[in-house]
């Protein structure tokens, strides 16, 4: 079976598969739905991503589809935009040798990637191409203004992946809020964040407009941002009538997830960290320009807002920016100056008044809380009795007498770990609680990264806050959004 669009269908003896997904950390995120789709179909299988350092920093030890990450070195359209870094001799030799069987592109249109992952060896190959790229066994056009995750999800279908939502999931660990703990000590209730960077200063919202709703919502504030964006997060800071904390370059992605898990509302633009912190259950209001909406977008608007700039030519020289292709001019003012404070703030104010039907930040937080408490638990042991994962989850995790009780309700006896899971989603269930508290996951431990020493000193380090934007162009550059 081969070609366009070529019938979807379970791959057989699949027991190693790679993904390429090597760019930034929004990228990623719009990615894992496609990722836990595939992982499902294949749950025996050790899916390894094809990523870059921070990936390996990030993921390693942290539950999710991904089961370990080779972090390429720099590959012009694969790992960087950057021109002048050929594939490295001796690195597809290395890579043919881990032997996978299904080798999946879920990184751009196909220019460069294609010949990339036709290279691993694999076989059989799906994935995306553009018009003029490398056909794969199984692939699916890479058309202009479609949404990633969407886009994703139909190259897991190619392979027999069925989608299983369409918001990505991320676990924020204990290591994660140790993190957090070291950098900022106790962080007050009610917290409200804001994120005024993104790598591309047409995607940037006035500082002052960002300082003028956070003062709005008369709630504690954070400002946060990369060290290069320092001027914009004092900018807020400053500009704000209320004072409030900046966190510049001082949170890796671990750390500014932990954050995030406990803010009851994020303000930003189209950058990496709203999609950050949705992943980890937190509301966001995001200011977006029209066609990256179309692309990067928050697909459900029950805790995610949007707002939206219809601005479609330079406020400078009138060049046009919406249609395919379009050459970029060399102006960088904002295309997003038209949404209006007004806009944004009522917004935000409805998310904080009335939290999702009654829904609150501590509701949307816990179910990941008491997913490490089972894990922790389990450390190491195939089967522990519930009184254990009861203590567990009451002495080590801030969880609430309300989600304790659902550990209290169950029988004694040894379970293992998909036993409790599923003992206690039924107990959710019965208590008509799935729709705001969500279901546990039997999550899957990745593994420590060995291919270079690079990797290694960044699972070590951890990636910084400046790994959050993506490049100006895409890696693979068929991608049509001139504004990333």
Same mark, same amino acid.
């Given at each position: 079976?081969?070609?366009?669009? /070529?019938?979807?269908?379970?791959?057989?003896?699949?027991?190693? *598969?790679?993904?390429?997904?090597?760019?930034?950390? !929004?990228?990623?995120?719009?990615?894992?739905?496609?990722?836990?789709?595939?992982?499902? /179909? &294949?749950?025996?299988?050790?899916?390894?991503?094809?990523?870059? +350092?921070?990936?390996?920093?990030?993921?390693?030890?942290?539950?999710?589809?991904?089961?370990?990450?080779? @972090?390429?070195?720099?590959?012009? !359209?694969?790992?960087?935009? %950057?021109?002048?870094?050929?594939?490295?001799?001796?690195?597809?030799?290395?890579?043919?040798?881990?032997?996978?069987?299904?080798?999946?592109?879920?990184? =751009?249109?196909?220019?460069?990637?294609?010949?990339?992952?036709?290279?691993?060896?694999?076989?059989?190959?799906?994935?995306?191409?553009?018009?003029? +790229?490398?056909?794969?066994?199984?692939?699916?056009?890479?058309?202009? &203004?479609?949404?990633?995750?969407?886009?994703?999800?139909?190259?897991?279908?190619?392979? =027999? =992946?069925?989608?299983?939502?369409? %918001?990505?999931?991320?676990?924020?660990?204990?290591?994660?809020?140790? %993190?957090?703990?070291?950098?900022?000590?106790?962080?007050?209730?009610?917290?409200?964040?804001?994120?005024?960077?993104?790598?591309?200063?047409?995607?940037?919202?006035?500082?002052?407009?960002?300082?003028?709703?956070?003062?709005?919502?008369?709630?504690?504030?954070?400002?946060?941002?990369?060290?290069?964006?320092?001027?914009?997060?004092?900018?807020?800071?400053?500009?704000?009538?209320?004072?409030?904390?900046?966190?510049?370059?001082?949170?890796?992605?671990?750390?500014?997830?932990?954050?995030?898990?406990?803010?009851?509302?994020?303000?930003?633009?189209?950058?990496?960290?709203?999609?950050?912190?949705?992943?980890?259950?937190?509301?966001?209001? /995001?200011?977006?320009?029209?066609?990256?909406?179309?692309? &990067?977008?928050?697909?459900?608007?029950?805790?995610?807002?949007?707002?939206?700039?219809?601005?479609?030519?330079?406020?400078?020289?009138?060049?046009?920016?919406?249609?395919?292709?379009?050459?970029?001019?060399?102006?960088?003012?904002?295309?997003?100056?038209?949404?209006?404070?007004?806009?944004? @703030?009522?917004?935000?104010?409805?998310?904080?008044?009335?939290?999702?039907?009654?829904?609150?930040?501590?509701?949307?937080?816990?179910?990941?809380?008491?997913?490490?408490? *089972? %894990?922790?638990?389990?450390?190491?042991?195939?089967?522990?009795?519930?009184?254990?994962?009861?203590?567990?989850?009451?002495?080590?995790?801030?969880?609430?007498?309300?989600?304790?009780?659902?550990?209290?309700?169950?029988?004694? =006896?040894? &379970?293992?770990?998909?036993?409790?899971?599923?003992?206690?989603?039924?107990?959710?269930?019965?208590?008509?609680?799935?729709?705001?508290?969500?279901?546990?996951?039997?999550?899957?431990?990745?593994?420590?990264?060995?291919?270079?020493?690079? +990797?290694?000193?960044?699972?070590?380090?951890?990636?910084?806050?400046?790994?959050?934007?993506?490049?100006?162009?895409?890696?693979?550059?068929?991608?049509?959004?001139?504004?990333?």
């Amino acid at each position: 079976m081969s070609g366009r669009d /070529a019938a979807g269908g379970l791959v057989g003896g699949v027991r190693r *598969i790679a993904v390429l997904r090597a760019n930034a950390i !929004g990228d990623y995120l719009l990615s894992v739905p496609a990722l836990d789709a595939i992982k499902r /179909a &294949y749950p025996g299988a050790r899916l390894t991503l094809l990523g870059t +350092a921070w990936h390996a920093a990030f993921l390693t030890g942290r539950p999710g589809p991904v089961d370990d990450v080779v @972090a390429l070195p720099p590959i012009t !359209g694969v790992s960087t935009s %950057e021109p002048g870094h050929p594939v490295p001799a001796g690195l597809m030799e290395e890579l043919r040798a881990r032997g996978f069987d299904l080798a999946v592109q879920i990184h =751009g249109g196909g220019r460069y990637s294609n010949p990339f992952v036709r290279g691993l060896g694999a076989g059989v190959t799906a994935g995306m191409r553009a018009p003029g +790229a490398e056909e794969l066994d199984r692939w699916v056009p890479y058309t202009d &203004y479609h949404h990633e995750t969407l886009r994703f999800l139909q190259v897991a279908a190619l392979v =027999g =992946g069925v989608a299983d939502g369409l %918001e990505a999931r991320v676990a924020v660990t204990g290591a994660d809020r140790a %993190e957090l703990a070291r950098v900022l000590g106790e962080v007050p209730a009610g917290l409200v964040a804001v994120h005024p960077g993104a790598n591309d200063p047409r995607r940037r919202w006035p500082v002052e407009r960002f300082a003028e709703v956070a003062d709005m919502t008369g709630r504690p504030v954070v400002v946060t941002g990369r060290q290069e964006e320092k001027d914009l997060v004092m900018g807020v800071v400053e500009s704000m009538r209320r004072p409030a904390t900046p966190v510049v370059g001082a949170l890796g992605l671990g750390g500014l997830a932990a954050l995030h898990e406990r803010c009851d509302l994020l303000i930003a633009n189209d950058t990496g960290p709203r999609h950050l912190a949705a992943a980890v259950g937190t509301p966001t209001v /995001a200011v977006y320009w029209c066609g990256n909406l179309v692309t &990067y977008g928050p697909l459900s608007r029950t805790a995610h807002r949007p707002l939206t700039s219809w601005t479609t030519a330079c406020p400078r020289c009138g060049a046009r920016g919406v249609e395919p292709g379009a050459v970029r001019c060399a102006h960088e003012e904002s295309w997003v100056r038209d949404v209006s404070v007004e806009m944004v @703030a009522e917004q935000a104010l409805d998310l904080l008044a009335g939290p999702l039907g009654g829904m609150t930040m501590t509701d949307r937080a816990v179910i990941d809380q008491l997913q490490q408490a *089972i %894990e922790e638990a389990f450390s190491g042991r195939d089967r522990v009795a519930m009184r254990e994962v009861y203590a567990h989850a009451s002495e080590h995790v801030n969880l609430p007498a309300d989600l304790l009780a659902h550990l209290n309700e169950l029988p004694e =006896g040894a &379970y293992s770990r998909p036993e409790v899971i599923e003992a206690i989603n039924e107990v959710i269930v019965r208590r008509g609680e799935q729709e705001s508290l969500g279901l546990l996951r039997v999550p899957r431990q990745a593994r420590p990264v060995e291919e270079t020493a690079e +990797a290694e000193r960044a699972v070590r380090d951890e990636a910084p806050l400046e790994q959050l934007n993506p490049a100006s162009l895409p890696p693979d550059d068929e991608d049509p959004d001139i504004m990333r």
